[in-house]
């Protein structure tokens, strides 16, 4: 067990005051508690079990993440594979994801996901996960972990050899530049924040670079 | 047995002028939904670029704020960009072109430990810088040098990227060619897309498992309680 400390950022310019009262709802959290399994001892000790609502504690971060995957397609509630991302990518995560547990983590991580047979199947938040990035930004790295957790994991180091690879790098990508282009229920800076989001891992995570940006 | 959180508040931002607080409502319709805040913001937007100690306090709130405030320190210079002012060229450029953090320790992602982390942030960070030193570029003709310089720096590759790709919209792709190096000069022949051609191919078909229902349905017994408002409180 260990202990940590993280200072909270400016409401604002994180999402967390637009976004923290929508999942101040109880059907809502009763339906993402179940669908991301998270459990109880995994979410309390400071981490806002106990004030869900509270957007400084990383349980109100986290769902306001669910809630951004969940809510933001203009198509909603349909949520069809033979559509974009931004469409299925929460019916795809709820789904991959086995458990969702809060940690402090160390080393600067954001996230992880453990998968594999004899393996407690599992993903992990970490402090820069709710106070490094924004809304937008921590929905996508939900739909990066759970393509790991559906048994892709990178294949060059941390980056994918290539886009045809179809890894987590590619799905984050186009959930990204999908919200970015028709998210709705956001604002100016959360889809531009993806749209770099998005070049960034373009540009950077892929050994083969795919030769364009969005 | 898990981990245990304690949070800092920072204090309080003091809006010391009205150029703070002018910043401060920038910030507020920035990162507000819908027709109103973008209207706000275009006037917020406005009336900065009436006062001459706007993009010098920008970039001043841009440098103070801590670190891990990537949010603050992207829209600062997302409204440095709107405002345009020629003098905030350089310190845009010097802020795109600073060495980033060193990559975490954690190693291989995926299996082991995570994929992102907080320098990830801050190549968002620079990101924006760049944008926003374009955005001044196109008002002020004397700026664009500082768009080349960035190239002849040579930062980590998203920032080169940027650049060249700033580069290209102001029409200086041939200066660009010649400041980058020979291996570099794919770069410039990057596509921008129509997000219709940004696909994940899904490997699953739609009679798939749709998993648990939608909002609204069931109670469960053991979730935490949506009964107190949105104020910071203590958890311990």
Redesign the interface.
């Known amino acids: 067990?260990?202990?940590?400390?993280?200072?909270?950022?400016?409401l604002?310019?994180?999402?967390d005051?637009?976004y923290?009262?929508r999942i101040?709802?109880?059907?809502?959290?009763?339906?993402?508690?179940?669908?991301f399994d998270?459990d109880?001892?995994?979410?309390?000790?400071?981490?806002?079990?106990?004030?869900?609502?509270?957007?400084?504690?990383?349980?109100s971060r986290t769902l306001s993440g669910i809630w951004c995957l969940t809510y933001s397609s203009p198509h909603f509630?349909r949520?069809?594979?033979?559509s974009?991302?931004l469409e299925?990518g929460c019916?795809?995560a709820?789904?991959a994801i086995d458990e969702l547990?809060?940690?402090?983590?160390g080393?600067?991580?954001?996230?992880?996901?453990?998968w594999?047979p004899f393996t407690n199947d599992l993903t992990e938040l970490?402090?820069?996960y709710w106070?490094?990035?924004?809304v937008s930004l921590r929905a996508g790295?939900l739909v990066?972990e759970a393509r790991?957790a559906d048994g892709k994991?990178?294949n060059a180091?941390?980056n994918d050899s290539s886009w045809a690879y179809?890894g987590?790098?590619?799905?984050q990508?186009?959930?990204l530049?999908?919200f970015?282009?028709?998210g709705q229920?956001?604002?100016?800076?959360?889809k531009?924040?993806a749209r770099?989001?998005a070049?960034?891992i373009i540009?950077?995570n892929f050994t083969t670079?795919p030769?364009?940006?969005? | 047995?898990?981990?245990?959180?304690?949070?800092?508040?920072?204090d309080p931002v003091v809006l010391k002028t009205p150029t703070h607080w002018l910043i401060d409502q920038a910030?507020?319709a920035?990162?507000?939904?819908g027709e109103r805040?973008?209207v706000a913001?275009k006037h917020t937007a406005e009336l900065l670029k009436t006062r001459k100690d706007a993009a010098e306090t920008l970039l001043r709130v841009a440098q103070s704020?801590?670190a891990?405030?990537?949010?603050?320190r992207?829209?600062a210079y997302?409204i440095v960009g709107d405002i345009g002012d020629k003098a905030a060229a350089e310190p845009l450029y010097r802020a795109a072109a600073s060495a980033l953090p060193e990559h975490?320790?954690?190693g291989?992602?995926?299996?082991?430990?995570?994929?992102?982390?907080?320098?990830?942030?801050e190549?968002?960070v620079r990101?924006?810088a760049v944008?926003a030193l374009q955005r001044v570029a196109e008002r002020h003709e004397e700026a664009r040098g500082y768009v080349l310089e960035l190239i002849t720096a040579q930062p980590?590759?998203?920032i080169l990227?940027?650049a060249v790709?700033a580069a290209r919209a102001l029409g200086l792709s041939e200066e660009a060619a010649k400041r980058l190096n020979k291996d570099d000069r794919?770069m410039l022949?990057?596509?921008?897309?129509p997000?219709q051609?940004?696909?994940?191919?899904?490997?699953?078909?739609?009679d798939?498992?749709?998993?648990?229902?939608?909002?609204?349905?069931?109670?469960?017994q053991?979730?935490?309680?949506?009964?107190?408002?949105?104020?910071?409180?203590r958890?311990?």
Request: glycine share 10%.
């Open positions: 067990m260990a202990s940590c400390t993280a200072t909270v950022p400016n604002n310019t994180s999402g005051s637009l923290g009262p101040c709802w109880q059907a809502f959290i009763d339906w993402a508690w179940d669908a998270f109880k001892d995994d979410w309390d000790q400071g981490f806002g079990y106990y004030s869900v609502c509270d957007n400084t504690r990383p349980l509630p949520e069809s594979y033979n974009n991302i299925w019916r795809f709820r789904n547990d809060a940690r402090c983590g080393g600067g991580s954001i996230a992880y996901t453990q594999g970490y402090i820069p106070y490094g990035q924004g790295t990066h790991h994991g990178h180091g941390n179809n987590a790098w590619r799905w990508v186009c959930w530049a999908w970015a282009f028709e229920h956001t604002t100016t800076a959360m531009t924040q770099q989001r070049n960034n540009n950077n670079h030769g364009f940006n969005v | 047995m898990t981990d245990s959180l304690e949070l800092v508040h920072p910030f507020a920035l990162n507000g939904e805040a973008a913001y704020s801590p891990e405030d990537i949010g603050r992207w829209c997302y975490g320790k954690d291989k992602c995926g299996e082991t430990r995570g994929c992102e982390g907080p320098r990830d942030g190549v968002l990101t924006m944008e980590d590759r998203a990227i940027e790709k794919w022949d990057i596509k921008m897309v997000v051609e940004v696909m994940a191919e899904p490997e699953r078909a739609d798939s498992v749709l998993g648990h229902m939608p909002p609204g349905r069931g109670v469960k053991d979730v935490p309680a949506a009964e107190c408002c949105c104020t910071p409180n958890e311990g």
